[in-house]
């Protein structure tokens, strides 16, 4: 039993104590609550609401009856659909290659996505000019071209790089979870292998592809790092939102755009969280992938077509990280080609960006898993008030876009006067992830059987005692995971902190971002690598945490 001695010496003294009384656990789980909710309100509330009481009723006729903002909403509608289709696409067939066919490599096919998944989402938009820019490598070097892709052509290839992974994850479950006898009595009847994938395989994929697409919707959207360096002339909501306030000074209207980026990205959102539910109890009817029946073989050309598929996306990926690599250490990208440190060397110059980079992300990590570990008890293992409104808000800011977040935090410390950025950032990330944290202790705690829960309380333990001695050493896998998840996004993240950043606070993510807009590719390159590699000795050092976490809780749980 997990903390067996303590939890039965609280049973001993709640019998011995015939009367009833508020003990200080319990006051300080009312405490706790009423931070969670406080915190909530100010933090999630009063920003959105100072965004939208912001702009005057001018301000909107002047955003809905220009010609120019309505080109911008049209190419931000042309974007999202354009990139969330083509990005589904490559994802969903990148997953059936790598859990229908029998290619080659498939695990090392499998480990791609993921890996691109967890890098900071700045990679892909300096990797895109380094590749296919005026002098990239694929576009000058091997092709011998003098043209441009800044523009809409530029940044629908730099959102699926960056967006497929995502499909990828989602269509595999799916895929995974689909029954093998289903598609084998297809075949039983003479159903030929195209019929099969059409009127089986793609069928019971649906709910995967729907989830997959309305998520990359919404993350297309808010994306703010691509369409601000590859874009160009394409204008779109996202960058216009910051680009209004800071550039032309124009709060009003840049909270109007932020609000016609809300609307669209909210439906989405709650469409997608219906999707989700409808799909696990979808998926629940079909059973899940347990058959003793082998899969069948795909065809030699099926598999041809396939691995040259995943291989073809894999080179692009593993490109993107070597040209950020090399960027660093060439003395011009595309012009002088000759070796130099210079750039490595010009590191010593960031070290404030990269100390506030690690720092701000890992006080948000902290702080959003308490607080999600923390909102998720209260919604799903208590019975105290609020629990709607706990839940609400904490899968709020997962349909607002990231640059809104950062306006709507910029305007609600103007008006309460509040001026300390550093812990401005580290509450802007905390609010921004929550959501996938929220998430991710949400499946880990609803894994977890309220039976040790009714145990330990019929032993005396208060909820305090239950959360602290059985829920969270149950979770200290999960609580990990959305420790790191966190982590790593921070590092990176651009959209919602940019509006907050000041001479005293700079960031790396941004830093890299105003080095690549003047020019400054090596210094970027070489910024850009050496916060990708402390990323992903986080996420090494993580994962390794991560196993030895789950083993232990694992034998707990066996024993208990």
């Known amino acids: 039993m997990v903390k067996i001695g303590k939890i039965e010496k609280k049973g001993r003294n709640f019998h011995a104590n015939t009367p009833l009384r508020p003990t200080s656990s319990s006051v300080s789980l009312s405490l706790l609550h ?7 309100a100010v933090c999630v509330i009063f920003p959105l609401l100072c965004v939208g009481a912001t702009p005057t009723k001018d301000d909107f006729v002047s955003v809905l009856s220009s010609s120019v903002w309505h ?87 730099a959102q699926v790089l960056c967006f497929f992974p995502i499909a990828y994850l989602m269509c595999a479950q799916t895929l995974r979870r689909i029954n093998p006898s289903l598609e084998q009595a297809a075949r039983a009847m003479g159903a030929s292998k195209p019929r099969i994938a059409l009127t089986v395989t793609i069928p019971l994929s649906l709910p995967g592809i729907l989830s997959s697409a309305l998520f990359i919707a919404v993350s297309v959207l808010s994306d703010f790092g691509n369409p601000m360096i590859v874009a160009g002339r394409f204008r779109v909501l996202a960058v216009e939102v910051y ?38 109890a979808k998926i629940a009817t079909i059973g899940a992938k347990d058959s003793s029946l082998p899969e069948k073989k795909s065809s030699k050309p099926t598999k041809v077509v396939l691995f040259l598929f995943c291989s073809f996306f894999s080179l692009l990926v593993a490109a993107q990280f070597v040209s950020i690599v ?28 990269l100390k506030n980079s690690l720092l701000f992300a890992f006080a948000a990590s902290i702080a959003g898993t ?46 309460v006067g509040f001026r300390n950025s550093a812990v401005l950032i580290v509450i802007a990330m905390t609010v921004y992830f929550l ?25 005396g333990a208060d909820k305090l005692c239950v959360l602290k001695t059985i829920l969270l050493p149950l979770s200290r896998g999960g609580i990990a995971a959305s420790f790191i998840y966190d982590f790593v996004r921070g590092v990176g993240t651009l959209s919602s ?48 945490i991560i196993s030895i976490l789950d083993s232990k809780a694992h034998k707990k749980q066996a024993q208990t």
């Not at 380094?130 to 071209?145: D, P, S, Y």
């Not at 959102?269 to 999707?275: E, G, I, K, R, T």
Request: aromatic share 12%; charged share 10%.
């Open 370 to 415: 308490v607080l999600a570990s923390l909102s998720v008890f209260f919604v799903s293992r208590s019975s105290l008030r609020l629990k709607k409104y706990i839940d609400i808000c904490a899968q709020l800011p997962a349909a607002v876009p990231g640059s809104l977040f950062g306006l709507a935090f910029s305007l609600a410390s103007a008006r």
């Open 34 to 40: 009423a931070a969670v909710v406080i915190f909530l």
């Open 326 to 353: 090399m960027g660093a250490f060439q003395t011009l990208w595309g012009i002088d080609t000759r070796p130099t440190l210079a750039h490595i060397a010009s590191i010593a110059k960031f070290t404030k960006e």
């Open 71 to 157: 080109g911008a909403m049209r190419n931000t509608l042309i974007e999202c659909v354009s990139s969330t289709a083509l990005s589904v696409l490559v994802g969903y067939l990148f997953a059936y290659a790598v859990v229908k066919a029998d290619i080659p490599c498939k695990k090392f096919f499998a480990l791609i996505p993921i890996l691109h998944l967890m890098t900071p989402p700045f990679v892909g938009g300096l990797s895109f000019i380094l590749l296919f820019g005026r002098q990239g490598f694929f576009t000058h070097r091997i092709l011998h071209l003098d043209v441009s892709l800044y523009g809409f052509w530029g940044l629908l290839i």
């Open 497 to 544: 902190v940019i509006f907050l950043v000041s001479f005293s606070t700079p960031l790396a993510s941004i830093r890299i971002l105003n080095l690549a807009e003047q020019g400054e590719w090596g210094k970027s390159a070489a910024l850009a690598t050496v916060l990708t590699m402390l990323t992903f000795s986080v996420l090494i050092a993580g994962r390794f």
């Open 243 to 280: 680009t209004q306030l800071t550039g032309w000074v124009s709060a009003g209207t840049s909270c109007v755009l932020a609000i016609v980026l809300l609307v669209p990205s909210v439906l989405l959102f709650l469409a997608q969280n219906h999707v989700m539910k409808k799909q696990n």
């Open 435 to 459: 959501p996938f944290s929220y998430r991710i202790i949400s499946s880990v705690f609803a894994q977890i059987k309220t039976t040790l829960d009714d145990g330990a309380r019929a032993l």
